[in-house]
């Protein structure tokens, strides 16, 4: 439906582009205007994302290890359920139970991802057996003290971002289109983020940050890519490095399982307590 | 230390033996599994100030823990059994050492519905100074006087999670006595309370049917919960004795309707707890309303800071320590009360942060701080610093009793 819309959108600008081109084109060797290259950087986003939807729901569990500059290393155990909900103007609900290290054993965030508002997050707490609605204002905080921000775990709805193509280039056996994307909603740590995604499977296989100051803080590799019933591809392991601290963390998941009878009640704050 | 670590492996072979004739652990998250966890804690309470009341521990309080946690899942994650004990032992004070079941339950989900059989802990409410709504568990007293330790309540629970919230209907019997420190124990009230000889307003005594009903759910940046509960009272009035040499709990059945409600805008909570209660004494109100403000990524680091304001009141006849001999009293501290907070997240690998906590009474001001820091030790042992220190010079606020009791508690656990 929103494929349709954004199209909608951009078809009254399409004319004035076009003519703009046409003039452009006739003083200079411009090869495309800056809003076909967005254009172009959106679709690729916007292949990339469909080629994974259409799941319904999910479970995963994961391991996460943090690695500190000097190499020292700390573990979590967590597993990730999603619920995705088929418009794509609303986000998708998440919810992320621990299961070690075994002090925060039982410690669950459930989300429920927004657009371009602040997504509604809760926290439970097992020690307390206490459910917290917490801001979700810090999207660039680390997520439990690892590499990862908030914002890296919640964040990769389409319409979050507006997009430019950069290039294409070489990435590794494939080729993959280069595009820029910006976020588009408050409070985001980055100014910018460039990602690599392959025009064989549309999948990302790398995601550089930049900073607010603009520089690169993080780059993120997607690797060991494995298709799940013929249909959806998932990274089995991703590996954030941050350039600026010397620190990284790395996700390593499990065997995924698709639509697994999960539904909108399964994610809600009172089901919060009874996840261990 | 060695004695310590030795002790520690001793108290968690203990319970993986409990364990061990049922423990298969399975990896694969959607089989049937069966988990062992817990924790076992040294604790070291000292008081630089000399007691206030003959009888009570000078100097240092030894006592351990242990909190293992069974847990048993099905398949397809519909039926659940937990058996949760704890024990503590306290090398002071008789009345701190004690055994709870925290946890005795199965717990059956069926769509949209959930039901409970057993014994477990329910927590409700949003506020920070004071858990005010949170009504269907027994504070475990003992343990701190922080109010967030609570003995396990056996009940009935059935949820219906619906489009419009979730319902949940509790009916409860066997109730569970509040649990006070003993006569050689700091931090009690200036006669012992004499638990086990309570008395219930009520002919079925502890065997009277409680019910409670809440209603719990978010519209937009707003979280609410209702509920409404008829059964006996949590909070005991203590009545002196006839030889004059203790105080008797009292509990009486009530009626209690409240509300707890928060907005979540931005990095502002603001919060509210309310409750009326009928049947201890006159009927009566109490509110806990504040906000919370966070500084998130403090000078472009990782910690973040939140600042927590709330003002507590409750209706009840504030007490005058002069009347102790001739009337019973209610241990609620918080007539008019302002509470200034302040929590510092480091949000790093160790999950270190730090919690301060000041109350003082507007009217008369006695006042009292509170600072809780923790940090994970490497991937299952924990440290936590705790110190409260109690400003009082007036002694006709209940908080008084413990005008000498200011304390600093050191608390390593072991996680399995």
């Known amino acids: 439906m ?5 199209r909608i959108q951009f078809n009254p600008y399409k004319y004035v582009i076009f003519a703009g081109v046409l003039v452009l084109a006739s003083f200079a060797h411009s090869p495309a205007s800056a809003e076909d290259l967005d254009q172009k950087g959106y679709d690729v986003a916007a292949r990339n994302d469909r080629s994974d939807r259409g799941f319904n729901n999910s479970r995963v569990e994961l391991e996460m290890v943090l690695k500190n500059a000097s190499g020292a290393e700390s573990r979590r155990v967590l597993e990730q359920s ?11 609900k998440n919810l992320i139970v621990f299961f070690s290290p075994a002090d925060i054993e039982g410690t669950a965030l459930l989300s429920y991802a927004k657009i371009l508002d602040p997504d509604d997050q809760w926290l439970y707490l097992p020690a307390l057996k206490r459910v917290k609605r917490i801001s ?36 590794g056996e494939l080729t993959c289109d280069v595009v820029e994307r910006r976020p588009l909603y408050r409070d985001s740590g980055y100014t910018r983020q460039i990602g690599w995604v392959d025009q064989t499977d549309y999948q990302t296989r790398k995601l550089e940050y930049y900073d607010r100051k603009g520089s690169l803080l993080k780059t993120q590799l997607f690797e060991d890519y494995k298709l799940y019933d013929d249909k959806y591809w998932r990274a089995q392991v991703w590996r954030m490095e941050n350039h600026q601290t010397g620190k990284s963390t790395d996700l390593f998941f499990k065997e995924y399982k698709f639509d697994i009878d999960l539904s909108d009640k399964d994610f809600v704050t009172g089901v919060l307590s009874r996840q261990r | 230390m060695n004695k310590l670590q030795e002790c520690i492996s001793l108290l968690i072979i203990l319970a993986r033996a409990l364990a061990i004739s049922l423990l298969f652990k399975l990896s694969d998250v959607s089989a049937q599994s069966f988990d062992l966890s817990g924790q076992v804690a040294l604790e070291l309470r ?10 009570q521990v000078e100097g240092a309080q030894f006592s351990s823990f242990l909190e293992p946690e069974y847990r048993w899942r099905s398949s397809d994650r519909n039926s659940l059994l937990k058996f949760t004990p704890f024990v503590r032992v306290d090398t002071v004070d008789d009345k701190r050492t004690h055994f709870d079941i925290r946890e005795a339950n199965w717990l059956k989900i069926a769509g949209d519905w959930e039901f409970l059989v057993g014994a477990t802990r329910i927590f409700w409410g949003v506020t920070e100074s004071r858990h005010l709504v949170n009504i269907i568990n027994q504070i475990d007293a003992v343990e701190d006087i922080d109010e967030e330790a609570f003995l396990g309540q056996p009940m009935a629970k059935i949820s219906r999670q619906t489009d419009i919230g979730r319902f949940e ?58 509920h409404v509960f008829r059964g006996i009272n949590r909070e005991p009035s203590l009545v002196l004795s006839s030889d004059a040499q203790n105080f008797i709990p009292h509990y009486s059945v009530i009626t209690q309707a409240g509300i707890d409600l928060q907005f979540t805008r931005d990095a502002w909570l603001w919060k509210l707890e309310g409750i009326v209660r009928e049947g201890q004494g006159d009927a009566f109100a109490a509110t806990v309303a504040g906000l919370e403000y966070t500084f998130f990524q403090v000078a472009e680091s990782d910690i973040d800071l939140g600042l927590i304001v709330e003002g507590l009141y409750d209706g009840r006849d504030k007490l005058n320590f002069a009347d102790i001999q001739s009337k019973q009293i209610f241990p609620t501290i918080y007539d008019k009360d302002i509470f200034l907070g302040a929590r510092l997240a480091l949000n790093d690998v160790q999950d270190s942060s730090i919690l301060a906590g000041f109350v003082t009474d507007i009217v008369d001001g006695p006042a009292t701080l509170r600072v809780e820091a923790e940090r994970r030790l490497g991937q299952h042992m924990k440290i936590e610093l705790i110190g409260q220190a109690f400003f009082e010079d007036n002694p006709i606020n209940p908080v008084s009793f413990f005008r000498q009791d200011s304390f600093v508690t050191l608390r390593v656990s072991r996680f399995f």
């Open chain 2, 46 to 55: 000292g008081f630089p100030d000399k007691s206030l009341l003959p009888g």
């Open chain 1, 82 to 92: 999603t619920l995705e909900l088929p418009d794509e103007s609303v986000g998708d």
């Open chain 1, 136 to 171: 979700s204002k810090n999207k660039s905080g680390p997520f439990v003290g690892s590499e990862f921000a908030f914002e890296d775990i919640t964040g990769q709805e389409l319409e979050k971002y507006e997009y430019t193509w950069l290039r294409e280039e070489a990435c």
């Open chain 2, 169 to 226: 209907l509790f009916l409860m019997t066997g109730f569970r006595e509040r649990t006070f420190a003993g006569p050689d124990g700091r931090l009690r009230t200036p006669l012992p309370v004499k638990t086990g000889d309570a008395v219930y307003e009520n002919s079925a005594k502890e065997w009277h049917p409680d019910f409670a009903l809440r209603y719990s759910h978010f519209f937009g940046d707003f979280d609410i919960g209702l």
């Open chain 1, 2 to 6: 929103l494929a349709l819309k954004a």
